[in-house]
């Protein structure tokens, strides 16, 4: 069993900032990409910004230059500081994690639980 957790979602004011993090935890043998994704009502869920073990980023355009994604792999944790947000960011935000928990087994993706980022004044 693999369990992530998120935190760090709530409501902001346009311009201001917040910071996701999301904790993975259980039999891990390994993780690969790590990712953020958000889904606002009526929408599909879209990437927003994935990270590979060794650092390497990929960004949704529109967040490019405001959103940076970063991990701590000793702690199996990720993490995405939102700066100048605006309020078509406003989603619930979800994290994912591509484990592998033994180490002939293939690779998972495993989902957090989501968290509702609100962006308004």
Known sequence: QVQLVESGGGLVQPGGSLR??????????????????????????DLVAAISPGGSTDYLDSVKGRFTISRDNAKNTV?????????????????????????????????????QVTVSS
């Open 20 to 45: 996701l993090s999301c904790a993975a935890s259980g039999s891990i043998f390994s993780i690969d990409v790590m990712a953020w994704y958000r889904q606002a009502p009526g929408k599909q869920r």
């Open 79 to 115: 993490y995405l500081q939102m700066n100048s947000l605006k309020p078509e960011d406003t989603a619930v935000y979800y994290c994912s994690a591509d484990v592998t928990v033994r180490l002939v087994s293939p690779k998972y993706r495993y989902w957090g639980q989501g968290t």
